[in-house]
């Protein structure tokens, strides 16, 4: 037996037994996709931004303070509350013929009423930043009224449009603090410029947490779209406009109250060709039932119809530290969403989540830096 083989036969050997495996790797998929196994170490070479063994971990930084979207001291003789303008997650859009300016698509909640209030008082928001994509981000315009939720943005090369996905249903807000309940469905605007005007938003179907995906590419410039939602399941279509058929749903478990539970996905194809997701990973709950500190997942496929993986671990936790030296133990952090390089390599750059304190009930939207590519990337832009 060739010595290389050899040494490959004895890493599965002790992947079976559970041994000695921290670092070992026999595949790429042992190293979450997010990387290549070396066949020559055995060993995991991650891509910028992935760390740890397995590249299942984010590689995040620092981050700034009153940086991202946090509008949670604003008030306003018409607010009906303490909690500020709200907000809950966001997506980082690089203007297209401005490069310096970004664009920050958030989940708002005004009238200081706070997350609670997200139902009925969640808008569509669009700030602005010019000094580089983690903000601090300055409100600029509402895209969509109450009630519309979940935003998720994507510039789709078919249409020369951005797409954006949502829930909602079009409805007039009560004059105190209160909250619904509503069955979620989800529905497409489309614009040409990201400052509107947006068509009216279109119901496409039953459920929560769009993360469409186009399948353009300049190989094969399709207009079909996958469209992922809460649970992992996985929709295609034709094109934006049109009817999204189930192409997957996950083999696990994913009730609420599963090891496997989770929430908020955000789809992506990275530059091999594999898909991603990271979502809200709701382990804590389901063990303890608190809503911390494990709540980034990871699941991974190199086909959208095939074996996906889900490593039952955190990519990142509720901990954040910031460039000041603090720390900030968050209550809840979820809506995980990537903002990329926008280069072929697609590589991580910022991490932007919907956050909340301990003893608060005001949230705010957070951008916090992935390692290497971003400082690379602020010192050639000069931020
Ligand atoms: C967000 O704003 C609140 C005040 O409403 C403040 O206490 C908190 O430190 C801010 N967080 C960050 C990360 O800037
Ligand atoms: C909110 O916090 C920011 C950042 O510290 C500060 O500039 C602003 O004045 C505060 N606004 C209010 C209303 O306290
Ligand atoms: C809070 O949101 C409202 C829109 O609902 C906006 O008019 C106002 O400028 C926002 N305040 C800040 C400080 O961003
Ligand atoms: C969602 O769609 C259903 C019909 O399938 C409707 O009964 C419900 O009111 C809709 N909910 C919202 C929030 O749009
Ligand atoms: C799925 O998980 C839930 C919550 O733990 C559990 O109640 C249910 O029995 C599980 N279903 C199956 C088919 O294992
Ligand atoms: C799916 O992938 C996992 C590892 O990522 C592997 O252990 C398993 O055998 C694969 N299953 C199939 C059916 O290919
Ligand atoms: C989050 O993870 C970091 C790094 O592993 C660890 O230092 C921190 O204590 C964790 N936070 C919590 C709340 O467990
Ligand atoms: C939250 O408030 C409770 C008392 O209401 C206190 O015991 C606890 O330490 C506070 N937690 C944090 C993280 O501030």
Avoid at 55 to 76: E, Q
Avoid at 109 to 129: D, H, I, K, Y
Avoid at 170 to 181: F, L
Wanted: a negative charge; hydrophobic letters at 35%.
């Amino acid at each position: 037996m060739h010595v290389l083989a050899l040494l490959r036969a004895l890493l599965v050997l002790f992947a079976c037994i559970g041994i000695a495996t921290a670092q070992g790797c026999v595949a790429d998929e042992d190293c979450s996709l997010n990387g290549i196994c070396q066949s020559s170490s055995g060993r995991c070479k991650c891509d910028l931004g992935w760390k740890s063994d397995d590249c299942g971990v984010l590689d995040l930084l620092p981050a700034a303070r009153w940086s991202g979207y946090n509008y949670t001291n604003f008030t306003s003789p018409d607010f009906y509350g303490t909690k500020g303008n709200s907000s809950w997650g966001g997506n980082i859009i690089q203007d297209r013929q401005d490069k310096d300016l970004f664009h920050l698509i958030i989940d708002q909640f005004p009238r200081g009423c706070g997350l609670s209030g997200w139902r009925p008082f969640s808008t569509v928001v669009r700030a602005e930043s010019r000094t580089g994509p983690a903000g601090p981000y300055h409100y600029a315009q509402e895209l969509l009224g109450t009630f519309r939720h979940n935003a998720k943005v994507i510039w789709n090369p078919a249409d020369e449009k951005y797409l954006l996905y949502t829930i909602g249903i079009e409805t007039e807000t009560p004059d105190t603090c209160k909250s619904y309940k509503w069955a979620n469905n989800v529905s497409v605007s489309s614009a040409p410029d990201i400052r509107g005007p947006w068509s009216p938003s279109e119901r496409l179907l039953d459920g929560t947490n769009p993360t469409p995906w186009p399948l353009w590419s300049e190989d094969n410039p399709t207009s079909e779209i996958v469209l992922g939602v809460e649970d992992n399941f996985l929709y295609q279509a034709d094109s934006f406009g049109g009817s999204y058929e189930l192409i997957k749903s996950m083999p696990w478990n994913t009730s609420d109250y599963s090891d496997h539970w989770t929430e908020d996905p955000f789809l992506w194809r990275d530059k091999r060709g594999n898909w991603h997701i990271l979502c809200h990973w709701m382990i804590d709950i389901a063990e303890r039932n608190e809503k911390y500190p494990r709540v980034g997942g990871h699941l991974f496929s190199r086909s959208l119809t095939g074996n996906w993986t889900f490593k039952l671990q955190a990519v990142y936790n509720t901990t954040v530290l910031f460039t000041d030296g603090g720390r900030t133990d968050y209550y809840r952090r979820e809506r995980p969403r990537l903002y990329f390089s926008d280069d072929a390599n697609l590589t991580p750059l910022y991490l932007i989540n919907g956050v909340q304190e301990f003893n608060s009930s005001a949230s705010y939207t957070l951008i916090q830096p992935i390692r290497n590519g971003v400082k690379l990337r602020e010192r050639e832009r000069g931020f």
